[in-house]
C-alpha cells in the first residue's frame, strides 16, 4: 500500500506528459489531428501550478481532473478528466491497497464507456484501461503482494495499449480511415499507457508494505 497524504503521483504524471509530449502528437499525427501531446501537457502544466503540498493524492487528482474537463480542447479533455475524476475515489483513506486502485480504475473505466460509447477493440484508451484492469484483477486474485500487482498492471496496460496497432479505429477522427487505421498505435491509448506505468511504478517504489 501506499500513502495518500501528498500530491506526488500527480506530479509524476504531470512530468510523464511533459517528457512524452511530442511523442504523443507524433503518434496521434499519424492517424488523427496531431495535438494529442500539446493538449495534454497543456492541462497538466495548467494543473501542475494549482498544486500545494498540503494536498493528499485525491484532491492532487480532483484539481488535475477539473481543469482537464475546463481547459483542454477536444474529445481528450473530458475523457481524462472523468479517468481521474473516477479514479480519485479509489484514495479515500490515508493509505491505498491494490484493491483501492483496482475500484478507481473500474470506476474510470464504466465512466469513460458511458461517456464515449467506447468498448475494447475500438482502438482507444479503453483497450489499454481494460487489460490493465483485468490484469491488477487477476494479480489480485492470485494472492499477488501489492508490488508485484502493480507490476501486473503495467504489464497488462502495455499488452492493451501493443493492441491497438493492429485493430481498425471505430471511434473519432481515426475512424474515417476505416482500415487505413490499421497498423498505428492509438494516441490515446498511448498516453493512458505511459500514465499508468507512472502509477505503478510510483506504487512499487513507495510500497509501504516493503519498508516494515
Known sequence: MISTKNPQLVRQMIATIDTNSAYLSEIDGYIGDGDHGN???KGFLMAQENLNEAMGIREAIQTLALILIDDIGGSMGPIYGTLFRKLSMGFKQ???NEQDILDGLVKSYDA??????AKPGDKTLIDTLSAA???LQAGIDDGLTFSASMEALKAGANRGWEATKNMQARLGRASRLGERSVGFYDAGATS???LIETL???CVINDLSEKK
Open 94 to 96: 490515508d493509505t491505498a
Open 133 to 135: 484492469i483485468l490484469s
Open 200 to 202: 505503478a511504478d510510483y
Open 192 to 194: 493512458c499507457k505511459l
Open 39 to 41: 493538449n495534454m501537457k
Open 112 to 117: 469513460i464507456c458511458d461517456l464515449a460509447g
